[in-house]
């Protein structure tokens, strides 16, 4: 959002509250005595402190922390994407008239919510000169410039006076289950940008799991069961561990992700999960398999630890954070001293040969082996559900600290019968027992007695989980951050520790959503009006479909493209390309088509999506994303004029078409059908795709094809035509 447009966000606050910078999270702020303002307009630099340029954070959990000066350049790049603000970077040793000064100052100064000295506090003082930014450290420093940024978003001119500010725990952000769907990095590396403007610092991500097995599949089913191991080594001694080479990060892609997420400081947590859900290894080495659950490693198999520690082994010079995650999730409860040795002997050899921490999921509550075993207590405990422990009981009380992912903020993509598709938003402000806001050191939100003091310091922070329970074809990529948009920010509060309310939430979200540097997760399109893009092919020529929307997008065609009476001949290796990739939800995308044979191919694609008129043996419509076909039963009529509109409404997408000399319009959904355990399913489930807009045609497709319009919005009408889900079961054969 540019400051041009500031005034309308502006609008939208509440009074400014006393004491306070209203922002996701608050900041304590002091007013001056004198009053008057500062505007972000006055800024003619960023000073980084000559001091301190090269000094990075050692005590946070990443092992590759940004400079001073590289916090500062990104910096300087988010005013000019957020504000419409070019500020050059300099160093020097003192701040001059009408810059922000960044540099450091005393750590102890600083204090999370145990008392403790944190390396993530920082000071602004907002003077008639200009602003200064202190920080614990470089990362400090950096979450106040989130500060700044969020408040130049909501108003130009920041009041004279201080704030002092730092977070109440050490770990904020989200999980994300990228085992049983895969996410290209570049989501990945936009993800941290969302979560880093609301000063949340961790991405976990769940390497490698499958969909839950149905025991009663043939042993060869079960070796065929879906299941992905993200990280993709071409190591012989991984051979044959991934399978999936089209949907793998290699090390290359994974490098990129953690330095561009930590270049925003947020830190990626791997996790290997074993040995319970562990049926990809057991698809590899199936001998490592307990006799009574395929998708479990039998610890007791001597090979079985040997073969972990070889897998750690390849992929640890990989991983650039202090903590990695062992998974260690439901695992057969009569074998619990097994697990406790599986545990304790990975914990004992990552710490003593790669100087990590290791973290574990709740699973086995202190006391339960028959053996007297123990989980060591250096290991962090990752509690989920009080099934499993009671975290303050059975953990904290006991020396260990806990991260707090209690299911309460469970998300399942898609479908649950037990879980939701969103956060809950009346659970983060009104989650504690008393009706308050959420925090991380609330485990129950019903019991006030299971939950430690808020200075516990074993409270290590909070983190959601998004799960995909569904497997990878119930969901697009980007439906999993509609999942999060709305409710994590909200939650990134309450893991820092502000007192941000319900109403002052909604009352900013929007605009500061909008100018979240580092991203286009809404994958919106810049426009001067509400039509987007409109190729009439009036004014074509043998090399440009020119755009009568206004904003210049213009086609450009290849030679094997004809234009003729404002109408584009498609075929076999024609092309006309954007410079657009693919529009977020909500869009109208509509156009005129005529096939002229029965040759399956593309009518529209995107980076995210692909529209087709039939593939290989089937002349179906069907909208592809993430390698998935999810196919109309209705087919174009070969020799007639088709008015066609793909819409993206809500979280769902429809083809609305009106045959040549109809008037009635025929609407179909494109949906996906999941199972569960192969025995039961759920029909109709929606499918929110972007619209694919870089080229129309390209491959197969034989017809003619006019007035090709991209309108930001939807007829509301069409979200009244979303499918009944319809729950059933059928028996597996």
Known sequence: MRLTLLAAASALLPLQISARWVGIPTVPFEASSSKGTFSLKQLKSIIVDSAYQNTVDSKGETLIPPTLKSFASTFSDDLLSSLDLKIPVSIAKAATKNSIFLTLGNSSDYLDAAGRPTSEGYSVTVTAQGIVITGASPLGIWWGTRSILQQGVLSEKLSLGSATDSPGWGIRGTFLDVGRHYYPPEFIIEMCSYLSFFKQNTLHLHLSDSMNLNPDLTYQEKLDYYSAFRLNSDSPAVAGLNKRANESWYHSDFENMQQKCASRGVTIIPEIEAPGHALVITQWKPELALSTDFTMLNISNPETIPTMKTIWDTFMPWFHSKTVHLGADEYSSLEVAQYNLYVNTMHDYILKKYNKNVRIWG??????????????????????????????????????????????????????????????????????????????????????????PRDSPYVLGQLPALWND???????????????????????????GGDLLMEEYYSIFEPLQASIPGQNLDRRIPSKTSTILSYDFSSSNSKTVKDKSGNGYHGTLNNNCDVKNSVLTLRNGCEVSTP??????????????????????????????TLKAGNGSIDNVMLVTGGTPYVLNYTLPVGLWTDVKLVGINNATYLAVTPEGSKEEAVHEFTIVIGIYSNSFVWNLPMAIEAPVAAIGGDGFEGLMKNVKLVDGADAKYAAYVAPLVIGVAPYT
Not at 389 to 394: A, E, I, R, V
Not at 471 to 493: C, F, K, Q
Not at 588 to 605: E, I, Q
């Open 470 to 496: 569904m497997g990878p074809n119930s969901t697009s990529v980007i439906e999993a951050y509609y999942s999060l948009r709305e409710g994590l920010p909200a939650l990134g509060d309450k893991q820092w």
């Open 580 to 609: 657009l990739t693919s529009k977020g939800k909500n869009y109208t995308l509509s156009f005129s088509v005529k096939p002229t044979s029965s040759a399956p191919g593309t009518l529209f694609s995107g980076s995210a999506s």
């Open 363 to 452: 699973t086995f509550r202190p006391g339960a082996a028959t053996d007297g075993s123990e989980i060591n207590t250096d290991v962090s405990i990752q509690h989920w559900e009080f099934f499993e422990d009671n975290p303050y009981f059975d953990y904290i009380r006991n020396n260990y600290s806990v991260l707090n992912s209690d299911d309460q903020f469970y998300i399942v993509a898609k479908w649950s019968g037990s879980y939701p598709q969103t956060l809950n938003m009346t659970r983060i402000f009104h989650g504690a027992p008393d009706g308050g806001p959420t925090a991380p050191y609330i485990f129950d939100k019903f019991n006030a007695t299971n939950n430690p």
